[in-house]
């Protein structure tokens, strides 16, 4: 939970670009301005609205599945996110900047003008292999809830009811296999 918060500080301090306390106070408005839904109280906000991107504003099941077992689509073929060995920091980087040469599309539309990602620049690559634009731009600090959301629920997780019945909820159809 440390490096959740880290990393959305860190969101926040490079948005406010001023000093530590600015960039604390920056991330806890990040949190009160985002608009209240069901959320189970045994969850962080955090985790809840990372997973509200991942399915609604980003889309992400399109490839990846609701259940992040990865799936073909007609947006494109999304690896399972349940086998992946990514960290907090490399999910925030991949979600960020996509994947040179592949199908995983950029979330943060200036990433590569402004030399964020994988420590190169859009001029190192051939345009070719430069990471389309995923279907929402999303902030940093949404970045930093998905990656959260997906070390907390999906990444090395197997996939289980309460997952399910807070992804959808408890009548949902893709749930019943799991009673």
């Given at each position: 939970m440390n490096k959740i918060l880290r990393i959305l500080t860190i969101s926040?301090?490079?948005?406010?670009?001023s000093v530590p306390l600015l960039a604390i106070a920056g991330a806890a408005s990040f949190l009160v301005a985002i608009p209240a839904v069901a959320v189970a109280q045994d969850e962080p906000r955090a985790i809840s609205r990372g997973r509200e991107?991942?399915?609604d504003k980003a889309q992400c099941h399109w490839c990846h599945g609701w259940d992040g077992r990865g799936s073909q689509s007609d947006m494109g073929f999304g690896p399972s996110l349940r086998e992946s060995y990514l960290d907090l920091e490399g999910l925030v980087e991949v979600i960020t900047c996509g994947?040179?040469?592949?199908?995983?599309?950029?979330?943060?539309?200036?990433?590569?003008?402004?030399?964020?990602?994988?420590?190169?620049?859009?001029?190192?690559?051939p345009e070719e292999q430069v990471p389309t634009l995923g279907?929402?731009?999303?902030?940093?600090n949404e970045i930093a809830m998905v990656a959260a959301f997906?070390?907390?629920?999906?990444?090395?997780?197997?996939?289980n009811l309460e997952y399910c019945v807070r992804?959808?909820?408890?009548?949902?159809?893709?749930c019943k296999e799991f009673k």
């Amino acid at each position: 939970m440390n490096k959740i918060l880290r990393i959305l500080t860190i969101s926040a301090f490079a948005l406010s670009g001023s000093v530590p306390l600015l960039a604390i106070a920056g991330a806890a408005s990040f949190l009160v301005a985002i608009p209240a839904v069901a959320v189970a109280q045994d969850e962080p906000r955090a985790i809840s609205r990372g997973r509200e991107i991942f399915r609604d504003k980003a889309q992400c099941h399109w490839c990846h599945g609701w259940d992040g077992r990865g799936s073909q689509s007609d947006m494109g073929f999304g690896p399972s996110l349940r086998e992946s060995y990514l960290d907090l920091e490399g999910l925030v980087e991949v979600i960020t900047c996509g994947r040179i040469g592949k199908e995983m599309p950029a979330h943060d539309q200036r990433a590569w003008d402004q030399g964020r990602c994988y420590g190169i620049t859009r001029a190192d690559i051939p345009e070719e292999q430069v990471p389309t634009l995923g279907l929402a731009n999303l902030r940093e600090n949404e970045i930093a809830m998905v990656a959260a959301f997906l070390i907390e629920w999906v990444v090395q997780k197997e996939l289980n009811l309460e997952y399910c019945v807070r992804y959808y909820n408890a009548e949902a159809a893709a749930c019943k296999e799991f009673k």
